[in-house]
């Protein structure tokens, strides 16, 4: 497990991602549990699997298919990574955000990130779609922010600036879309755990109150990574069952990827609108 990456060793993933493609993305997507369809959409497509990708992590979960698809979708030339790895598979935060920083020496100037979550909001329903508007970074308040260790200035400052987090223009665009298609787009807060555990009924009545609508064990640590190499970030959760503040049910892996397949077409759709007015 390494700790930390060095601006070379970064370049040298990238350098081996140019070398499978000659398009150059503009736009970069990271496709949470069960959200992989998404990626069937990008014309045009070069595959890298992950592991011809010096340091790249590898996922473990079912419903991440480990391979960065390079190509075009709505015109746009775009970089989708198919899966992610995940802190609670035993990556350092270094391993989970790696790919960021490789897209962004890819060229990469705007980050789509997607999710499936569980519902803290107890108005929100399994099959939702809820904008980002800005997360809590529970994990990294307790030490584990991925930008400790020492500072790369190529990417960015020491101590970069998180009160827009979530880009204000691509939210507008993403709630035009939904109005136009009909398609109902909660608001809330994110917050990223470590997981792998799902909540007890107390964490989640605890994150209700410090002001979570939707729990998640991704996401933060990527966009944390972004917003300090300046790219303009659009944070999309498909929310995969509802909140269990009383402990009558329970959630399962399956569970979240069953959810998934209700909310591809509608982030799909979303996504693809964002993309053709950018």
Same mark, same amino acid.
């Given at each position: 497990?390494?700790?930390? #990456?060095?601006?070379? %060793?970064?370049? $040298?993933?990238? *350098? ?15 496709? !949470?549990?069960?959200? !992989?369809?998404?990626?069937? $959409? ?7 699997p992950y592991q011809e990708i010096p340091f790249w992590p590898k996922s473990t979960v079912e419903g991440h *298919? ?7 979708? $709505? ?10 790895? @995940? ?36 108005? #929100? ?9 800005? @997360? ?16 790369? %200035?190529? #990417?960015?400052?020491?101590f970069p600036d998180m009160s827009q987090a979530y880009d204000r223009d691509l939210m507008e665009l993403a709630r ?22 799902? %909540? ?21 640590? %990527?966009?944390?990574?972004?917003? @300090? ?8 959760? !498909? ?10 049910? *329970?959630?399962? @892996? ?5 959810? !998934? ?10 996504? $693809? ?6």
């Amino acid at each position: 497990m390494k700790e930390y #990456f060095t601006l070379e %060793e970064i370049d $040298q993933a990238a *350098q081996v991602v140019r070398g499978q493609t000659t398009q150059a993305p503009k736009v970069g997507l990271i496709l !949470g549990s069960g959200l !992989g369809g998404l990626a069937d $959409q990008v014309e045009s497509a070069d595959l890298v699997p992950y592991q011809e990708i010096p340091f790249w992590p590898k996922s473990t979960v079912e419903g991440h *298919q480990g391979r960065l698809v390079i190509g075009s979708l $709505q015109g746009v030339p775009v970089v989708v990574q198919q899966g992610r790895a @995940h802190f609670y598979e035993g990556y350092s935060m270094a391993e989970v955000t790696l790919p960021v920083r490789v897209m962004k020496r890819l060229g990469v100037e705007t980050l789509i990130v997607t999710n499936a979550a569980g519902a803290i909001n107890p108005g #929100f329903e399994p099959g939702d779609v809820m904008l980002i508007t800005d @997360h809590i970074n529970l994990v990294g308040m307790t030490g584990f922010n991925p930008l400790r260790g020492p500072n790369l %200035e190529a #990417f960015g400052p020491r101590f970069p600036d998180m009160s827009q987090a979530y880009d204000r223009d691509l939210m507008e665009l993403a709630r035009k879309s939904a109005r136009q298609r009909g398609i109902p787009l909660r608001e809330g807060v994110y917050i990223g755990l470590s997981g792998p555990t799902f %909540e007890s009924p107390a964490d989640l009545r605890f994150l209700r109150v410090i002001g979570s609508d939707a729990v998640g064990m991704s996401t933060v640590p %990527e966009v944390i990574i972004a917003r @300090h190499a300046s790219m303009r970030v659009l944070g999309l959760s !498909g929310i995969s069952n509802k909140a269990n503040l009383d402990g009558n049910t *329970q959630t399962t @892996h399956a569970e979240v990827l069953e959810a !998934g397949r209700v909310i591809v077409p509608k982030l799909q759709a979303i996504v $693809q609108d964002v993309l053709g007015w950018l």
